[in-house]
């Protein structure tokens, strides 16, 4: 058989196997959540204050080809603050990604199966810049998921120079909920 490759494909081809982005699957029993990473993770907690209330905070990401990825989650104390601490949330992250990041920011609404059906729940692509005043691009998302009796908050997040869509949408793609 004689296979013949057009010079798309064969970059379509290349770009998916990229030795750069490395795809594996980490469980995050605390979360109740799967994730795909494309590199080795690392994790770290902390405590934190949203929407008036202190949560742990959990976050598990890396770097790759140029960008961050990372998931992180916390348990609500109380339900009723399922949409004021998801915007607490997403305004934090914007507002580190400096003046004007807010107003820039483009969502849409994010519901995949199994999350809570609040109108925070949302992907958000903004241009902004890191600390350093280096341009970045986040695209994110801000979702909740009632977790036996508790309410559980999550965020995932690509950080890179340019925008990703296509990264974003396979990372994304890899969240399972457990």
């Known amino acids: 058989m ?16 990229s030795p750069a982005l490395n ?8 979360a109740a959540i799967t994730i795909t990473l494309p590199c080795k993770p690392d994790q770290a907690t902390r405590q934190v204050e949203l929407a008036g209330a202190p949560v742990e905070l959990s976050m598990t990401g890396c770097d790759a080809d140029g960008a961050t990825f990372a998931v992180s989650h916390a348990a609500l104390a109380d339900p009723a603050q399922v949409g004021a601490a998801l915007t607490h949330w ?20 994010y519901a995949p199966a199994g999350v809570l059906p609040v109108p925070q729940s949302v992907r958000t ?12 691009v986040a695209q994110g998302v801000w979702f ?5 009796p508790q309410v559980r908050l999550y965020h995932a997040v690509v950080y890179s120079p340019k925008s990703r ?13 457990q």
């Open 2 to 17: 004689n296979w013949t490759l057009t010079g798309a494909t064969a970059l379509l081809l290349l770009a998916g196997c």
């Open 23 to 30: 795809w594996r699957s980490v469980p995050l029993p605390d």
């Open 90 to 109: 997403r305004s934090a992250v914007l507002a580190n990604m400096g003046s004007g990041a807010a107003a820039a920011a483009v969502d849409k609404p």
């Open 125 to 136: 692509t903004v241009q902004g810049q890191r600390t350093d005043g280096s341009p970045v």
């Open 144 to 148: 909740a998921r009632a977790v036996g």
């Open 165 to 177: 869509p296509e990264v974003a949408d396979q990372f994304f793609a890899g969240l399972a909920l």
